[in-house]
């Protein structure tokens, strides 16, 4: 086998009190990547179609991790790489972690498997470091194991997943504004009172419980930020009026998508979201605003080879 | 009826990772409460066995939240109460919480349940908020309703309990020196860096699935506090010498009870248990200090009439 195309999804992050540790990855946005065997040494992005990202192989997130992957195993192997991305860089659902972690999976598959997939991510994240100048691997973990993720630890790296629910759908709502994430990374405060950090503690008991328990009041009451929700809301057009209509409509569980501009909310009534996803549209229509709604479940494969 | 006899399980508050919001109670310490009718509205603390603790009606955790709940139901009975600690206050495991518990517990019983279980916590939090100079419900949650609880919000107050592994079992290490809680509580830091923050909620995510899964290496490496543990460890003596033997033996999780001196380190081995008593003696024999070990399960029933 010389070439083979995996699938690595999008991915929402942090979860509302999950900050820097909580992803989960979703069914239908994510990166198409093509991994060819090559003559010589080389690591060359050929092609990126969908987003305008850097084809230079020490500027672009794929290919950082796949080089670090290399390195460890000391294989000299070169590669060339076509990403095809379904969904926008910049939109909150973990393009980098997407390349990042689909990059080190099929290079990993297509050389017979050397490595198991957790281990790997420490090679996607080297990719992801260097996209988001900062080791966080809430959307790169649940991209590359697929489910709902906890990041135990990052020193050392220690990350378990959560069964969800299989009624749990995930409507993610992208109002097409640009949000940069070094902007939203610089909203976060830098401290917390002893008391702000207890409550989002608390609320992070709460929603691991509730995944557990299918209590679907106690995971909406549980997905509830101090942390970035705060500063960052301000920042997404029609973010409580968005709000409003979910726990309308019966959401279980809303809140930004990483660093935003997307929200996820979730429902266990399809017609529930259908509703909520009518009333949306009609406000961003009402505000002369794009919009892109998706809906999605849980991925639970992580990366995987589509061809 | 005219008299009833309760008792009130002590608690382990804290479990590492969770300050302020976790805790469980335990088999075979507690307060045996009793609660006797009089024929006018006094209530009076007959003898308190076991501890010297202030007497008079608006001093005492007990009779405080008693008299809370008494003027909630808008009930003008009198009663009088006899207290018998059988563990100490001050070693950190929730006495006043038992105390503000089981007084709420059993004048309701003896009244013939008019409130909930779970309806007596705020009233035994008035209590328990006399005796520590705040509400912290970690204590007083798990000694009224048992088992393991966390606090998912203080205001409004909610609570919900983790079933725990039936394997799962407590020694509880009390080294016999006096700490103050005020002092104790002067030593938490006011505020947190956000990735120490995040460490210990992803941790707090860690303990919860852990003991939903039965997994007992999770357990043991999410039982890691960053807050309270640096702080007041060295106020407990012994404390990095008793840790390094429980976990030498085997222990699946070891913190600070409360705001010490008591130590918890969980077994889910009665021999490992047995060889870390053993040594645990041997340490504070050898540094000429008095100690207590009291070998527990969780107690799962929290308050309860015994006659």
Not at 137 to 162: A, M
Not at 187 to 212: C, E, M, Y
């Amino acid at each position: 086998m010389d070439s083979i195309k995996i699938f690595a999804p999008a991915s929402v992050a942090n979860v509302g009190c999950g900050y820097d540790t909580i992803g989960f990855a979703i069914t239908g946005l994510g990166d198409e990547i093509t991994v060819t065997k090559r003559g010589d040494d080389q690591l060359i992005v050929k092609e990126i179609i969908g987003a305008e990202l850097p084809l230079e192989a020490d500027q672009n997130v794929c290919t950082i991790g796949i080089k670090a992957m290399l390195e460890h195993l000391n294989i000299k192997t070169g590669f060339d790489i076509t990403i095809k991305k379904l969904f926008k860089p910049g939109s909150g659902l973990g393009s980098s972690a997407s390349s990042a972690a689909g990059g080190v999976f099929a290079v990993n598959e297509l050389l017979g498997s050397p490595l198991s997939k957790e281990h790997l991510l420490e090679f996607a994240l080297e990719g992801e470091a260097f996209a988001s100048k900062c080791y966080h691997s809430d959307n790169v973990g649940p991209s590359l194991l697929g489910g709902f993720q906890v990041i135990r630890s990052y020193e050392p790296l220690d990350i378990f997943k959560v069964n969800v629910p299989e009624a749990l759908q995930v409507l993610i709502i992208f109002p097409d504004v640009v949000i940069k994430t070094a902007e939203s990374k610089a909203l976060i405060p830098k401290t917390l009172d002893i008391k702000t950090a207890r409550d989002q503690w608390s609320n992070v008991a709460g929603l691991v419980h509730a995944l557990h328990t299918e209590d679907y009041t106690l995971l909406k009451k549980s997905i509830v930020d101090y942390v970035a929700e705060p500063v960052r809301s301000g920042m997404i057009p029609g973010y409580q009026e968005v709000k409003s209509i979910a726990f309308n409509r019966d959401s279980v569980g809303f809140n930004i998508s990483g660093s935003g501009p997307s929200m996820f909310a979730l429902f266990t009534d399809l017609v529930s979201m259908e509703k909520a996803e009518k009333e949306i549209s009609e406000l961003y229509q009402s505000k002369g605003l794009n919009l892109i709604l998706h809906r999605a479940k849980l991925n639970t494969e992580g990366c995987q080879v589509i061809d």
